[in-house]
């Protein structure tokens, strides 16, 4: 049974740029969340999806956006970055949506906004 | 708004002292109360989920209890290996998995 898996590991934006953020479920889950987690704090939910619908969101702006894919893999896109962007970005898979789920998480993508 | 507050932040202890984490919980209908393990660098390792006051869950060392306000993670006998950040997180009465994380505590055992 493989993990959740997260690309890139590391990477370094400037400004304003766009990035996109990758992750693929745990084998047989079929609902993906993203959470933002910055240094020396607890991560922030971003937003859910499932069958390949966005179905909750956290307290961000919609230039966090993001997708599920037939294979219940996912993409984590954030346009316009800002310095308060830097981040490890977590990827976390279930086997439901409903609540009381437990949720996998995988190792994250370290963004650095400059 | 829910809230999770953790305390103590930092907590150093000795090889083969046990002590306990606390988690302060105010929450809008819980579905669930869950304890994270995070290594420096990380994603967060799953541990326990509690779902009702009186229960309590145990693994290896570790064992975490649940109260209708709050949780405890209580360490026996940890070793150097015990050393990392604990995460608490509930789950409010939403139709998705929403969970709200506290600020951990950071645990240092020394030999």
């Known amino acids: 049974e493989t993990g959740v898996t997260q690309s890139p590991t590391h990477l370094i934006k400037t400004r304003g740029q766009q990035v996109t953020l990758r992750c693929s479920s745990q084998s047989g889950h079929n609902t993906v969340s993203w959470y933002q987690q910055a240094l020396g704090q607890g991560p922030q939910f971003i937003f859910q999806y499932y069958r390949e619908e966005e179905n909750g969101r956290g307290n961000f702006p919609p230039r966090f956006s993001g997708l599920q894919f037939p294979n219940y893999s996912s993409e984590l896109n954030v346009n316009a970055l800002e310095l308060d962007d830097s981040a490890l970005y977590l990827c976390?898979?279930?086997?439901?949506?409903?609540?009381?789920?437990?949720?996998?998480f995988g190792e994250g993508s370290r963004l650095t906004v400059l | 708004e829910d809230q999770v507050t953790q305390s103590p932040e930092a907590l150093r202890l000795q090889e083969g002292e046990s002590s306990s984490l606390n988690c302060s919980y105010t929450v809008s209908g819980l579905r669930g109360l869950f304890w994270y393990r995070q290594d420096p660098g990380k994603g967060p390792e799953f541990l326990f989920t509690?779902?009702?006051a009186g229960e309590e869950k145990e693994k290896e060392r570790l064992k975490a209890t649940l109260t209708k306000k709050e949780s405890f993670l209580h360490i026996t006998a940890p070793k150097p290996e015990d050393s990392a950040t604990y995460l608490c997180a509930v789950q409010a009465g939403v139709s998705f998995q929403k969970l709200v994380f506290g600020t951990g505590t950071r645990l240092l055992v020394s030999p």
């Open positions: 976390a898979s279930s086997l439901s949506s409903g609540t009381g789920g437990e949720l996998f």
């Open positions: 509690l779902y009702s």
